[in-house]
């Protein structure tokens, strides 16, 4: 295996030397970790312990009790009283992979990544475990939330953005889950059958433009198999295309437990196994006698272990961080990443001036669903805004705000008459009513898999009854992937998507409803009317040992546009308080420009979304459109902004696998520009007469 780089010596290690008095038995034990978050400690030489921890959206640790004492911590938990007083330590809860893939804004992104990476070094560790990009396949995967879209384009440029913040600050991202975990079925075993170009356009698409934008210090490989090989030893995926055709020069780090054999996956190129495991010294032991693996395979490995620490040791050198401003970007990210789904009779904003009472209904007003479960959970964030508080401190003395939680609405569950009666009493004396629904808690989790898209029963019935005898019906969704709205939509004059929003959601909810905040969010999946209606869900969750992809490229709108099946809300759809209009598009060579218009008298932020349709007499199969360029804009009230986008070859690529390569077919292509993926009112066609085979690239001219 050719080393890819050559270490340079540092003024302090030599690391050329540290491997060449390294015993082979310092070698072993260095590729598997020693605990459930470190790296295996030299003793005999001046490279300190590595540390690699969860999550995408904040820091997990538990402190050690001298850690709990020091004047650092102490400082911390007197500044933020709120906080618990437990073991965890005081981290910011940003908004989880739901909510920031709705944002489309990679600006916000990246001040996330680099929030979290100033958090991470600060406790003095090496890697964040995300960001998560797995592709969300259908709307039943448990850790939905935890990703970004359903489209790798808006997945991958996300994903680049989120890395490049973390890694300004001298920590190391780590992308998961290298690849195609789309389920937690059977997630440690279970073998994804996916076509080759399938698994290029969509699965390892966000990964490449990972690689490729932002260079990740690490990977994390996935647990599940691709085509019949664990991911852990999969060389394909690991050696040919991560290192050898994207060019990446990280470390590979296993998900936890996924290793099976641990000289098979050093073969496949898997630099760190996670977390310690004892087998593992034995299994390269008997590899090494077998000359399976040998010194030249270890040592290049261990190279790329001292590689990462040369880039992530100043975290030996912690500065502390400041969790107020973090606190203002994770509340400005929620605030972003906020969707509005439905708006009539003006039902939003409810101005101050315009009501006497509100009715607040639902649990997650008062307790809302910050984040997931499982390994992305952040447990003791310094602040935990509520909509509920939020709404009375920005609607003051002057409104009367009512609230009926929990203890209302289960106690009457079981006696729904009670509930009716009474929530129609109080519902109809409201000027407006606002209706917080969830999900039950365990839709939304790591290791657990959906099984239906439906709010809790109750509050779809609290939503009918407050329609009877109220004019002003608003409906805030705490949830972390697509929800059916069939049942009550009818129901609601207004619906807004808060996602699972991080510590800032209360304060950009409340924003949102009495209208300080102006939504710009816009669907990163597709809302299904019907579950049936979602083509990958034919071939979920396979029987228990694989998962046939059958479905091919037709994941998430590429279906529904394929088969024209009407969803409840389309993939990139999101209303505003503004109201735009796009013009004047135009080509230039290769550059393609348009302008947006805010006809309204309310600044606000569009997303425009440029997908291209392939030439009408392809020789291939493609899908009716695909996302190939999108930016967040902002468009202040009465003003006109000229979006500019450089054609390049990427724009119009497919991947073509009988020469296993990405290519550029020739003909006509027409190119689409709007924002949302079904309403693109401008149009235009590309002729492109370029196109290559073996080396071979003809000339270029794209008239
Ligand atoms: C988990 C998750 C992974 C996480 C790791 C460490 O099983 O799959 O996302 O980073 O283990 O907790």
Redesign the pocket.
């Known amino acids: 295996m050719e080393g890819n780089f050559q270490l340079k010596v540092k003024d302090e290690i030599d690391y050329e030397k540290i491997i060449r008095e390294m015993t082979l038995e310092e070698k072993f034990h260095y590729l598997t970790g020693a605990g459930s978050n470190c790296g295996y400690t030299l003793d005999r030489f001046p490279v300190k312990t590595m540390r690699y921890h969860?999550?995408p959206f904040g820091l997990r640790l538990r402190l050690t009790s001298d850690q709990k004492k020091s004047e650092a911590e102490r400082k911390i938990r007197s500044a933020f009283p709120n906080c618990q007083k437990g073991e965890e330590a005081v981290t910011t809860a940003f908004p989880t992979g739901c909510a920031l893939g709705a944002t489309w804004d990679e600006t916000v992104l990246e001040q996330v990544g680099e929030a979290i990476g100033e958090e991470f070094h600060s406790h003095g560790i090496h890697a964040v475990?995300g960001p998560?990009v797995n592709i969300k396949r259908h709307p039943l995967c448990g850790r939905n939330f935890e990703y970004y879209s359903e489209d790798p384009h808006v997945s991958g440029m996300l994903g680049a953005a989120y890395v490049k913040g973390v890694q300004k600050k001298g920590v190391a991202a780590c992308p998961?889950?290298y690849a195609l975990n789309n389920q937690e079925r059977g997630r440690f075993s279970v073998n994804s059958e996916v076509d080759e170009r399938t698994m290029r356009e969509i699965y390892l698409k966000p990964f490449e433009m990972i690689v490729k934008e932002a260079r990740p210090w690490s990977m994390?490989c996935a647990?599940n198999r691709i085509n019949g090989v664990y991911a852990s030893e999969h060389r394909e995926l690991l050696e040919e295309i991560l290192r050898k055709e994207w060019g990446f020069d990280g470390i590979v780090i296993s998900?936890?437990g996924a290793v099976k054999n641990r000289a098979y996956s050093l073969l496949a190129s898997v630099d760190l196994c996670m977390p310690y495991q004892e087998q593992a010294f034995a299994q390269l032991k008997e590899a090494y006698e077998k000359n399976l693996i040998d010194t030249e395979l270890v040592d290049e490995t261990i190279r790329r272990l001292f590689h990462f620490y040369e880039r992530t040791r100043s975290v030996y050198e912690p500065e502390e961080c400041d969790l107020e401003k973090h606190h203002q970007i994770a509340v400005n990210a929620a605030r972003k990443s906020i969707t509005l789904l439905k708006n009539e009779n003006g039902a939003l904003p409810v101005r101050k001036e315009e009501v006497k009472r509100i009715l607040v209904v639902g649990e997650s007003a008062a307790d809302p669903l910050i984040g997931g479960d499982g390994?992305s959970r952040v447990s003791n964030p310094p602040y935990r805004t509520t909509p509920l508080e939020e709404l009375k401190r920005f609607y003051g003395e002057e409104v009367e705000i009512e609230f009926l939680g929990h203890s209302f609405l289960h106690t009457y569950e079981h006696e729904i008459g009670y509930m009716e009666m009474e929530l129609a009493q109080k519902a109809a004396t409201a000027d407006a009513v606002l209706i917080f629904a969830n999900q039950d808690y365990s839709c939304t989790s790591?290791a657990i898999d959906r099984n239906h898209i439906e709010l809790e029963p109750y509050l779809e019935h609290a939503i009918r009854v407050s329609r009877r005898v109220s004019r002003r019906v608003i409906v805030v969704l705490n949830i972390g992937s697509a929800v059916s709205t069939a049942k009550w939509n009818h129901c609601a004059d207004a619906i807004l998507v808060s996602w699972l929003g991080g510590q800032g959601m209360g304060t950009a909810v409340a924003e949102t409803i009495c209208g300080i905040n102006n939504p710009g969010g816009k669907l990163p999946e597709t809302f299904p009317k019907d579950l049936r209606d979602v083509e990958s869900l034919k071939n979920y969750p396979g029987d228990g040992y694989k998962v046939v992809y059958k479905e091919r490229l037709q994941v998430g709108y590429r279906h529904f546009d394929a088969n024209r099946v009407k969803p409840e809300y389309e993939f990139g759809f999101g209303l505003s308080y503004s109201r735009f209009v796009f013009g004047n598009l135009e080509q230039r060579g290769d550059e393609l420009s348009f302008d947006i218009a805010n006809l309204s008298d309310v600044d606000g932020e569009e997303v425009a979304q440029v997908y291209i349709s392939f030439p009408e007499n392809s020789w291939n199969d493609h899908p009716v459109k695909e996302l190939r360029y999108f930016k967040r804009v902002a468009v202040k009230a009465h003003e006109t902004v000229s979006v500019h986008v450089k054609m390049t070859e990427e724009l119009f690529q497919y991947y073509n696998a009988a020469l296993h390569k990405w290519m550029v077919e020739c003909g006509a292509y027409t190119i689409w520009v709007g924002n949302s993926s079904r309403n693109l009112p401008l149009r235009t066609t590309k002729s492109v007469t370029f196109g290559y085979e073996e080396g071979i690239t003809y000339e270029t001219s794209m008239e």
């Open positions: 969860d999550g475990l998560a998961k889950h994390m647990y998900d936890w390994s790591e």
